[in-house]
């Protein structure tokens, strides 16, 4: 059985950051193309960010520069670290993997950037 727990969602002032995890389970991350998803309310669901399994990343052109995701073979997790939030990066991500026919999702963690 495959599961995509995220973690690490939450409160944050605009200009601060935060880190997300998605660890993996029935799944080696690194044979999949492991991706960040976000959907704020009323939106559809985006791509933020994505890893392949031959270590390309790719994002978005809202979060370049302030956001970078990055993965760990040993601990079969994967990461998106978040700098300089803002208002508009406020949504729930969601993690991704997908390889050939083979998607799988997480259940999403919130993130909320307010003062």
């Known amino acids: 059985q495959v599961q995509l727990v995220e973690s690490g969602g939450g409160l944050v002032q605009p200009g601060g950051s935060l880190r997300l995890s998605c660890a993996a389970s029935g799944i080696f991350v690194s044979v999949y193309a492991m991706g960040w998803y976000r959907q704020a309310p009323g939106k559809q669901r985006e791509l933020v960010a994505v890893i392949t399994s031959g270590g390309s990343t790719n994002y978005a052109d809202s979060v370049k520069g302030r956001f970078t995701i990055s993965r760990d073979n040993a601990k079969n997790t994967v990461y998106l670290q978040m700098n300089s939030l803002k208002p508009e990066d406020t949504a729930v991500y969601y993690c991704?993997?997908?390889?050939?026919?083979?998607?799988?999702w997480g259940q999403g963690t919130p993130v909320t950037v307010s003062s």
């Open positions: 991704n993997a997908a390889r050939r026919d083979l998607y799988y």
